[in-house]
């Protein structure tokens, strides 16, 4: 009895052994997420975020320069008032 429970014992270690070294070798053989085989991203969706990104630096610099046009001219009227 005790023989055949050694045994049940022995092949359920020997096979969970087994089926970890064989996860590991697929998982080794997959790659890591990231790598230039399977990326995060891609390039052309990072072009189009950095695109819409640019187009709102755009509007802000415009903005920002038209506010500082803005400004220059009320500081000229305000001492055309002194």
Same mark, same amino acid.
């Given at each position: ?6 045994? %049940?014992?022995?092949? *359920?270690?020997?096979? #969970?052994l087994v089926?970890? *070294?064989?996860? /590991? ?15 995060? *991203? #891609? &390039?052309?969706?990072?072009? #189009? $975020?950095?695109? &819409?990104? /640019? *187009? /709102? ?11 500082? $046009?803005? %400004?220059?001219?009320?500081? #000229? $009227? %305000? $001492?055309?008032?002194?």
């Amino acid at each position: 009895m005790f023989g055949k429970r050694a045994v %049940i014992i022995g092949t *359920v270690l020997v096979l #969970t052994l087994v089926g970890f *070294v064989l996860g /590991q070798a697929v998982n080794a053989a997959i790659g890591s997420p990231g790598d230039q085989n399977d990326p995060l *991203v #891609t &390039k052309s969706y990072v072009d #189009t $975020e950095a695109g &819409k990104l /640019q *187009v /709102q630096i755009d509007d802000l610099t415009d903005e920002a320069d038209a506010l500082r $046009e803005e %400004i220059a001219g009320l500081r #000229t $009227e %305000i $001492e055309n008032l002194k």
